[in-house]
């Protein structure tokens, strides 16, 4: 495993997964799970049917994306809105029969497994992953870790030579780099003073990469550095040797490794322990329209000179 670049789940495992951040949510909207003398309270009644808070909870997991994008004191009041409205199109749906049918059987019945299968995750693979095995892993990739030298530094990007020539001038006269930046620069961190942060060298482009680790902390560049983006002016802030992050920076990076690890051993063991058949195994491997089969172009990363 490569040091810190971790991963969280993707693709349609995804989903499976708690992340703390998301129980936070919860939290600070007054969405956690009830306690169990609680779990029962009435938060809401829709004719004889009552509404509970650990109904409340249950919907607060399931409806975790789009409560996402609800500001943080409207969320439990969206949410009761929202059990309200399920609760009175069911009723509706039972007036008319339709929970009688084939297809709702069939249905209730995959809900029921797809239910399952969170409550199995959930339990047996997330509920796994101990503290105490997050600080193996990050001492494990500690113990691996190379220093490298890093520099701060900030640029201003302009278009001509004769705008940079003019940009250096004005810092000889006095003018804050910064500022400047936010007047001027036509990259993407001009706004916040061409704020370009630590990073170690092979980062940028060449030629910019080369100007920076040949300058000082405080020390602006004397003559513009032209690379593929424009002309830059470039000022040095520090320069220091990296540090693995703390391990509360990254714990839950981490936990999501060992939770992806622990689910893919979990698969194995459980597929090696059954006869799986695939009958539609033909269709599956038909290309999709206007797929040529060939591995899509990957698109260039963006040159962090350019910012």
Known sequence: MQMFKTERPNGGAARLFVSAGLVAMFLAAGLAPSAPALAQEPVARVGEQIITEDELSQAADDFADELDRVPGPRRRSVLIDVLVDMELLAQAARERGLDETEDFDKRLEFLKTRALRNEYVEKVIVGAVTDEQVQAEYDKQVAGFQPEEEVHARHILV??????????????????????????????????????????????????????????????????????????????????????????????????????QKFNDVMTELRDGVEIEVFDQAKEDEPAEGDTGGDAEAAPEEEPAQQ
Do not use: C, N
């Open 159 to 260: 278009t001509t030579k004769e705008e940079a020539d003019e940009i250096i001038q004005e810092l000889k006269d006095g003018k804050d780099f910064a500022e400047l930046a936010k007047e001027k620069s036509t990259g993407p961190s001009g706004p916040q003073g061409g704020d370009l942060g630590y990073f170690v060298k092979g980062r940028m482009v060449p030629e910019f990469d080369q100007a920076v680790f040949d300058m000082q902390p405080g020390e602006v560049s004397e003559e513009p550095v032209k690379t593929e983006f424009g002309w830059h002016v470039i000022k040095v802030e520090d320069r220091r040797m990296s540090s693995p992050p703390p391990l509360e920076d990254i714990s839950e990076q981490l936990r999501g490794v060992l939770v992806r």
